[in-house]
Each structure stands twice: as C-alpha cells, then as structure tokens.
C-alpha cells in the first residue's frame, strides 16, 4: 500500500514540538496501526549466535574492529546451544526467534552450523524462525528457506544520502542486492535503521520513503545506544517524545508493515515506550539485544495487553510467518494467553518453568583490542564527554 502521507507532510510532521500536537499524530497512527492489523502481535526475541570481530566499520558498533570499545566474543554457537535459547523464547512468550552473526557473511562451515541450528528450532519448537547473517546469496537464501527460515533480516541502517557518514566497507547498493536475494528466494524481509545516528530530519523521511520502496514485510525500528569507543560514542540519547514522533510519521509512510521497537528503545524512550506503541507498534524484541540489556518480557506483554492488543502465543506459529494471532485470521478462535506458564510468579517454588534469555551480561566474554585500524574516513572513535 502507498504511503498515507506524503513528503512534504512527513517533513511538516517532523517538524512538530508541542507534546499535544505529537499525541495527535500518535492517535493517527494508532488508527492506521489498528486499521490493518486489529489487535495482533508480532513479538520476538533473538541469540547472538556469533559475536566479535567484525571487519566491517559501522560506526555504531562495539564488534568492529575499527572500534575502540571492548570487543564482545564468541564464536558460532553449537545447534544445540541455538535450540536451548530458542526454547527460552518460546517460554518467555516470543512469537518468532531471530537467529543473528556477525559480520557481513558465514563460512561454509559456520553456515553449515547454523543451518542444523535453524532445523532444529523448526522441529522442536512453535516459534517463527528469523535469520540475520549479513549479505547472503539467492542460493544462500533458498538454502535458509529449505532448512526453516520465513523471513531474513537485513538493515539498511540510514537513508541513503547519510550512508557513507555510517560505514564505508558494507556498500549501500550491497544491502539492497541481499534484500533482492532474500526476496527472489521466496522469503519475507525485515528491513529497517537506526534513527539518531547524526542524520537530519529530512534525511529521516528519506529513509522511510526507501525503505517504502523496498516494501518490507517487517521494520524493525532501533535508536542509536551509544557504545563508548565508537564513532557515535559520544552523541546523546534522543528526547523521547521525539523518537515517538518519528515513530508514528513512518507508521504513516509505511502502513502495511510490521513495526518492531529494537535496540535502544530502553535507554531513548525511557517512560514513552507504552506511548511507542500506540504510536504505531506491532511488537518488539523481547528480551534483550546482541550486547545489550533490554525489558523484562513480562514487562512487555503487559504493556502490549494494557492497550488492547493481544499477545497470545499461537498452535501453528510456525505455519504463517505473518500475525496470526486475533479472531479470524486463522481458522477458529483465538486461543488464550497460557498464564500458567507465562507468569513466573505462579510457578510452584522448587520446580516448574526455567525461562534463561539470552542474556548478553553473563553469556558474553569481552575482550579489550590490541590495535584499531584508522577508519577510511578519519573519522575519530568517541566516549561521552
């Protein structure tokens, strides 16, 4: 569907600082959010299933080795470890599990690997099943597709123009021949950025309108956390009423997407995130993040709950990588929330269910670089002042 706004529109909405004026425009895209996908969810959680030691140098990220920050390490995880994450997910309440490795490709032997990881969270258990694994082949992508794969994320990051501010080794144009890959496969895309990476408002809406343009089945929606050591070290946090504003202008120019709040929605929207998601919200990660800590999930399900919308987990999760999760969009009802196992606090002391995340605190060894290349731009790596 073509966006519900147009640019100069997105460019006036931008433009809004009144606080009543913004909750005007989050009801607007309340509306649009509802419109289209009543009260269902799409709630997922994900592994770092290899970490550290990236070649590329996107300037957000503490894993490069252009980055002066601690680099945080492990190597491909075992199908097993995968599946033991997987089921914690699941428990947890996630609708879809995001599988994510470093780096802008696998080797053979790691992608072998995560291959029999993805069969087995296809086998055992209910959840959808996400790949991120950087820039892959169409013959990559079908070969993710036959193992389990529905869908296949992969960043754009920022809009065009601003590109080259971000990193110089991932080429732009190489983002888009992935998202092209993954389609030409037969596998839905997730694809979306990072918003206060230094990019002006005018550079915001153009993104929006690109990623309108690569017509995505999921956007996932992350603001810049600030990792001491890299080149966006030291920018500060985004006001939240303003990273909610931006969230329901591309609401509005991408209307039959599935938006996810991502990374950094913790530390930018602090008190706003409920607000977040009558802004336009489908879910979010649960969880937390590649190395970083996010929301307690029964924090989430309520905040999803409280406003109407249903996080019910689905028999055949699996069956349609879409919502499928509200009255008559599966055959039958929609089933109900299985408290009993959702809810921690009702388990019997001593015994019952045993929700582990992935959990970047404990799980993650971080290891200090001996030498940081210079990045081809000069640009300096920066801790908050």
């Not at 790691?110 to 296809?122: N, Q, S, T």
């Not at 950087?134 to 601003?162: C, F, K, M, P, W």
């Not at 092209?180 to 839905?188: F, Q």
């Not at 109407?308 to 499928?324: F, I, T, Y």
Request: proline fraction near 6%; charge should be negative.
């Amino acid at each position: 569907m073509p966006p519900l706004i147009s640019r100069e529109e997105a460019l006036d909405l931008g433009e809004l600082e009144s606080h009543a004026q913004i909750e005007a425009l989050i009801e607007r895209a309340w509306r649009a959010r509802v419109e289209r996908f009543a009260d269902a969810t799409d709630m997922c959680s994900l592994v770092n299933a290899k970490s550290g030691g990236c070649a590329e140098d996107c300037g957000f990220c503490a894993q490069s080795r252009f980055a002066e920050a601690e680099t945080p390490l492990h190597a491909m995880m075992e199908p097993e470890q995968i599946l033991e994450h997987a089921r914690a997910a699941e428990a947890a309440g996630a609708h879809r599990f995001c599988m994510v490795t470093q780096g802008q490709g696998l080797s053979k032997r790691d992608f072998e690997k995560y291959l029999e990881g993805v069969r087995l969270v296809a086998s055992e258990t209910n959840l959808k099943r996400c790949a991120s694994i950087g820039h892959i082949s169409v013959d990559r992508a079908r070969a993710l597709r036959e193992a389990g794969v529905q869908r296949v994320h992969h960043n754009v990051e920022t809009a065009e123009s601003y590109y080259g501010e971000v990193t110089s080794t991932v080429r732009y144009e190489g983002r888009l021949r992935t998202i092209a890959a993954v389609r030409e496969a037969g596998l839905e895309t997730c694809v979306g950025g990072i918003l206060n990476l230094g990019e002006t408002r005018e550079q915001r809406v153009e993104m929006a309108f690109e990623l309108a343009a690569i017509n995505p089945t999921s956007v996932p929606i992350n603001m810049l956390n600030p990792r001491p050591g890299t080149k966006f070290g030291d920018r500060e946090f985004m006001d939240p009423w303003e990273a909610v504003k931006w969230i329901a202008i591309f609401r509005l120019i991408l209307p039959d997407a599935l938006f996810r709040l991502c990374g950094g929605r913790v530390e930018n929207l602090s008190d706003l995130q409920r607000l977040a998601v009558r802004a336009g919200i489908n879910g979010v990660m649960m969880g937390n993040f590649l190395t970083t800590l996010g929301n307690e999930p029964a924090e989430d399900r309520e905040m999803f709950s409280d406003l109407g919308l249903n996080v019910a987990r689905q028999p055949d999760n699996a069956a349609n990588p879409r919502p499928d999760n509200r009255s008559g969009w599966m055959e039958g009802e929609t089933p109900h929330v299985i408290d009993e196992l959702l809810d921690r606090d009702a388990v019997p002391p001593g015994g019952g269910l045993e929700v582990r995340l992935w959990d970047p605190s404990t799980q993650l060894r971080f290891r200090a670089k001996r030498s940081v290349p210079p990045r081809a731009d000069g640009a300096p790596n920066r801790v908050p002042a």
